[in-house]
């Protein structure tokens, strides 16, 4: 079962940058994709971005393509996700919600992937 604990959410103003953070744990096999989710009481769920672990590719929605950057850190038998936020505006405000699909790789569509975490509060103020 695959685990995922997002951490690092924090209220920030609009202009500001925020780090956010999903250690992904108790795979076999390193999940082929890795994604970056938001959703709030105003709109659905939405892709924000992604990457697929083995190799280079990474992929964004475009509202945060020039402000948002994914990477990732490996170690023996997790992998910690990130997310870099700059430029940071109100309608970024949400929870982000990271999560793991062992299939193919390139969808910011949510059925698109099987394992969730619990998601970390992003609040930016204007």
């Known amino acids: 079962q695959i685990h995922l604990v997002e951490s690092g959410g924090d209220s920030v103003q609009a202009g500001g940058s925020l780090n956010i953070s999903c250690s992904v744990s108790?795979?076999?096999?390193?999940?082929?994709?890795l994604a970056w989710f938001r959703q709030s009481p105003e709109k659905k769920r939405e892709g924000v971005a992604g990457?697929?672990?083995?190799?280079?590719?990474?992929?964004?929605a475009a509202s945060v393509r020039d402000r948002f950057t994914i990477s990732q850190v490996k170690a023996l038998k997790t992998v910690t996700l990130h997310l870099e936020m700059v430029n940071l505006k109100p309608e970024d405000s949400g929870t982000y919600i990271c999560?793991?699909?062992?299939?193919?790789?390139?969808?910011?569509?949510?059925?698109?992937?099987?394992?969730w975490g619990q998601g970390t509060e992003v609040t930016v103020s204007a």
């Open positions: 990457l697929f672990p083995h190799g280079t590719f990474k992929y964004y």
């Open positions: 999560a793991a699909d062992p299939g193919s790789c390139g969808s910011l569509v949510d059925a698109d992937f099987e394992y």
């Open positions: 108790g795979y076999t096999y390193v999940p082929n994709c």
